[in-house]
């Protein structure tokens, strides 16, 4: 029997990565919101209600073909409907009452949860949550162990004093992946279209064009007083209102085989295509202390293994404080001396390109499939 999920999120890749998890857990039918559901959707009070024309916009790939549009009335006989903005799931479930007990939490955000009135209750979920954000894997965000108002004031009183590297590295140790006990199911996204990234061979090259980003807006995510002095370095910014302009998604693997790095100008994502997509070619990438110790990444992200980091990592346990942009340019500026070398460049490149296919979730691994079904199966009925 047919089994239909509507899928909320903000761009194509993210679409596709989540239909992949979604079909080895039972769910065969695979539709996005269409302007209709959106419109009421949005008069429900949801924001960040986002059309399909609005990512094909910012260059991302058509939605692949057996991914299609959900009507309105869609939402009288689905079976889970997943969303991304946990601030809208009680809206949600106010419009359609139907959908209480079958809407998913989605978190495409990979900093501490919080608790504030923009954002709404990230800590005490009103339904599941399936995430790349790590910090739901930590046992105070668990299924039960929600942060209560007595814990939540012993957070702040942490929050206000420095974390050391040790304690944050000490956290993402403690991360659990794949969890089937919980509300949160933690993991490291599929990336359906990593096949063409499978076929770049970068030991044929002695030397590299210019280091990169793609990055929308890259002067919005933190690192905006340095981006003109990057641009002196030869960094190139891709991306909608970003110095190089905007390339199309379809491009990226292309532009990615003979890049010298990618120089990542986001200090929180979650855990970002743009950083996949280099990964998965064995283009080395540099990444900030802030991004990787706020997203918890270090499984991940090794200095001197699998990335270079620049910066300093969060000064408090939300990621706030002095991010010492002098350090920043500098850090950057050593990190491309040294990946300028072919040797030093592939095998940072080729570690990282191992270490996501070791962690990645994916339909092949028969664990993957079936920790997610039985998360999924503890949930919806």
Known sequence: MSRLAI????????????????????????????????????????????????????????????????????????????????????????????????????????????????????????????????????ERYRWGKNVGSQDQSNLEHLASRPVSVEEQKMWASEVILHDTESNSYVFWPPYPRSKEYDSIDRTKYDWYDPAFTVCHSVKAWGYGPIVDACKELGVRMYGNNSPSGQIPHSKVPSLVAGRLALVHLKSVDCPGWALYEALLAGCPVVTGRLLNSRMLAY????????????????????????????????????????LSDPQENRRVGENGRKRLNQLMWSGKNPDHVQSFQTFMGRHFK
């Not at 194509?12 to 039918?29: I, K, N, W």
């Not at 689905?78 to 809407?103: H, M, Q, S, Y």
């Open 7 to 138: 899928i909320q999120n903000g761009d194509t890749p993210q679409l596709e990565s989540t239909a992949v998890m979604l079909r080895a857990a039972g769910y065969t039918d695979i539709r996005y919101c269409g302007s209709e559901l959106r419109h009421a959707l949005q008069r429900a009070g949801c924001d960040t209600v986002l059309s399909v024309q609005t990512m094909y916009a910012l260059g991302y790939d058509h939605v692949a073909g057996e991914i299609s549009e959900a009507s309105l009335r869609d939402m009288d006989r689905c079976d889970l409907f997943v969303e991304i903005k946990v601030r809208n799931v009680e809206k949600i479930t106010a419009r359609w009452p139907r959908l209480k007990g079958r809407v998913l939490y989605w978190r495409v955000n990979g900093a501490q949860p919080e608790i504030c009135p923009k954002g709404g209750d990230e800590v005490n979920l009103p339904c599941p949550v399936a995430t790349a954000c790590l910090w739901y894997g930590l």
């Open 299 to 338: 499984q991940l992200l090794e200095h001197g293994e699998t990335c270079y980091e620049f910066g300093v990592p969060a000064s408090l346990e939300y990621g706030r404080g002095d991010m010492e942009y002098a350090r920043c340019l500098s850090d950057i500026k050593d990190a491309l001396d040294r």
